[in-house]
């Protein structure tokens, strides 16, 4: 028996139900011109290699995962965490130790798998002893700045013979290098996204090299990114922004508030954990700066320019900052990235894109005739 949803204001088709699993109170983009917009920013970012330089834009999209982990544990579940470099570092540093003392296919593929699980468990063991042993609010954001300060203080002296895991030599300052190229398979059915091109020819344009890691890291950011979009907009998710706005009102409605915050920080931990496997894939090397405090500081900037409470803000924003910060070399890039910062938590304290969503969408609508989103707005929060 059919059903018409016309006049409910949902879409029955394919497309529609497809959508909905996207959309919701939680996030910005509820209408198919947002859909389509972002069909073209995708498609944009899968020729860009054709025309700019793939590289560095791979390294953008590799942190923009990272900036993902702080965006869902700080603006989804008010946890403001400067630890997600922790996460990101220790991915790195296990993918480089597990790849290079089982340098074959199989166990460079486990050693992708090992890095995001031991971000992830990290994460649960850091959260577990906060959370569960009653820490709030600023004292957690205290402990995981703290963590990030040992950690860089504790790698910087491992230069010594016998800070040695097998093969692998943490190397201290110098670093870890001759990490093995990301070969993704087993022996005889894999295939290495590192330092493999693949040449092309088009018409009108001239042949070519496209890097395979690109597309790889742009697939794991599509995927991680509709992934977020799907929980927050789930009931779990509804739960997580609860505990955001009123942990002790949530916990009155019987919801268990700290395993809450416990999950989506592991959650956010296995994602800076692929971040850092990604990273470390991509520079064959890693060395402990990426636990020093500069660089903690950086995914907290890039979630506040964009939105704390907007997935895609912490993308968008990651990207461009990046972009502007290896633009300008030296102090200059780091007073601008101050005054950005600076000038969005007195002006636009939500961030950039949800105030682009809230002023200058309407606006546009207004200008052009468009009217309204053509799915109806849940009230509350406007976040992606």
Do not use: C, H
Request: charged share 10%; no cysteine.
């Amino acid at each position: 028996m059919s059903t018409n949803n016309a006049t409910d204001g949902t879409d029955s088709s394919l497309p529609g139900r497809i959508r909905s699993r996207f959309e919701g109170p939680n996030t910005i983009g509820e209408s198919r011109g947002f859909w389509v917009g972002f069909l073209v920013a995708v498609a944009a970012l899968a020729v860009y290699p054709v025309f700019g330089g793939g590289s560095q834009m791979a390294l953008f999209m590799v942190l923009a995962l990272l900036g993902l982990s702080l965006s869902v544990v700080w603006g989804y579940s008010g946890v403001l965490s400067f630890g997600q470099v922790v996460f990101f570092g220790v991915g790195a540093y296990t993918f480089g130790v597990v790849s290079i003392n089982f340098a074959t296919p199989g166990g460079i593929t486990g050693a992708v798998v090992a890095g995001v699980l031991v971000g992830g468990l990290s994460a649960a063991m850091l959260g577990y002893f906060m959370f569960y042993g009653g820490v709030r609010d600023v004292y957690v954001t205290i402990i995981t700045l703290v963590s990030t300060i040992v950690l860089y203080t504790f790698m910087a002296q491992t230069a010594g013979s016998e800070w040695t895991i097998g093969e692998a030599a943490l190397g201290g300052f110098n670093g870890m290098p001759d990490i093995p190229l990301l070969t993704l398979g087993i022996e005889g059915a894999s295939y290495q996204f590192i330092y493999n091109p693949f040449p092309m020819r088009v018409v009108g344009i001239g042949a070519f090299e496209l890097s395979p890691f690109y597309y790889l890291v742009l697939l794991l950011l599509l995927g991680t990114y509709l992934g977020l979009r799907a929980l927050v907009n789930s009931d779990y998710g509804r739960v997580m922004v609860a505990v955001r706005e009123d942990e002790d009102r949530t916990e009155m409605f019987g919801y268990d508030v700290t395993r809450v915050k416990f999950v989506v920080f592991t959650l956010g931990g296995a994602i800076a954990g692929l971040s850092g496997v990604l990273y470390a894939a991509r520079n064959v090397y890693i060395d402990p700066t990426v636990f020093a405090l500069q660089f903690a500081t950086l995914p907290v900037i890039w979630v506040s320019l964009g939105g704390r409470k907007s997935l895609l803000g912490a993308i968008l924003a990651t990207i461009g900052v990046e972009y502007l910060r290896i633009s300008m070399s030296g102090e200059l890039a780091l007073v601008l990235l101050g005054a950005l910062l600076l000038v969005t938590i007195l002006v636009l304290p939500g961030g950039f894109v949800p105030w682009i969503d809230e002023t200058v969408v309407p606006w546009l609508r207004g200008l052009f005739g468009t009217g309204s989103p053509d799915t109806p707005q849940a009230p509350g929060e406007v976040s992606d």
